[in-house]
């Protein structure tokens, strides 16, 4: 069953940190580049940051940049996500999703999500 | 950063109407690169249009998208009773970052 499933939501303290995780099956996880996207509560769907199918490159929204670390170990089929220095608009529930496109050579994201998982829930709250 | 509005905000139809989302960009989105994703309450969004009129895998050709340029239109041609949801669209020709629009709300009148 091709599927996402994050994990590590949860509330925490502003300043602190948080990992979060997404668990890839059923499909060729290593050939796909990988997106967070964020949702407030309530809100509309906020692009967090991207990372090529074999974490050679990644780019980040400007609202987390230098807090925010995404990672990816493809032979544990996991994407992670890093987030120190949580502050309390960073509350969301965050979902992970896969880019579109497969890798090839002269590999580009095509930047738009074909597959999301049900999302974990992130509440900075003191 | 391309910035998106969609209109109306939210849509009173009844199952059988037919639908017209509107999704409008700040700047020209290039090469059409636009889709339209629909979300459900406590679920995912769904993919349903990329490259502003092709449809994802599996989706029921009662959904179609149109436009160009800055203008883009989800239709939805009869709704059914599981079409009730919130829609966004969202432009990926200047990544990044992508930027999503704010949703239309498509609900039973």
């Known amino acids: 069953q091709v599927q996402l499933v994050e994990s590590g939501g949860g509330v925490v303290q502003p300043g602190r940190s948080l990992r979060l995780s997404c668990a890839a099956s059923?499909?060729?996880?290593?050939?796909?580049?990988m997106h967070w996207v964020r949702q407030a509560p309530g809100k509309g769907l906020e692009w967090v940051a991207v990372?090529?199918?074999?974490?050679?490159?990644?780019y980040y929204a400007d609202s987390v940049k230098g807090r925010f670390t995404i990672s990816r170990d493809n032979s544990k089929n996991t994407l992670y996500l890093q987030m120190n220095s949580l502050r309390a608009e960073d509350t969301a529930v965050y979902y992970c999703a896969r880019d579109r496109r497969i890798a090839a050579a002269g590999y580009l994201p095509y930047w738009y999500f074909d597959l999301w998982g049900r999302g974990t829930l992130v509440t900075v709250s003191s | 950063e391309i910035v998106l509005t969609q209109s109306p905000g939210t849509l009173s139809l009844s199952p059988g109407e037919r639908a017209t989302l509107s999704c409008r960009a700040s700047?020209?989105?290039?090469?059409?690169?636009l889709a339209w994703y629909q979300q459900k309450p406590g679920q995912a969004p769904r993919l349903l249009i990329y490259g502003a009129s092709s449809r994802a895998t599996g989706i029921p050709d009662r959904f179609s998208g149109s436009g160009s340029g800055t203008d883009f239109t989800l239709t939805i041609s009869r709704l059914e009773p599981e079409d009730f949801a919130v829609y966004y669209c969202?432009?990926?020709?200047?990544?990044?970052?992508?930027?999503f629009g704010p949703g239309t709300k498509v609900d039973i009148k």
């Open positions: 700047q020209s989105v290039s090469s059409s690169y």
């Open positions: 990372i090529w199918y074999d974490g050679s490159n990644k």
């Open positions: 969202q432009q990926y020709g200047s990544s990044p970052p992508v930027t």
């Open positions: 059923g499909f060729t996880f290593s050939s796909y580049g």
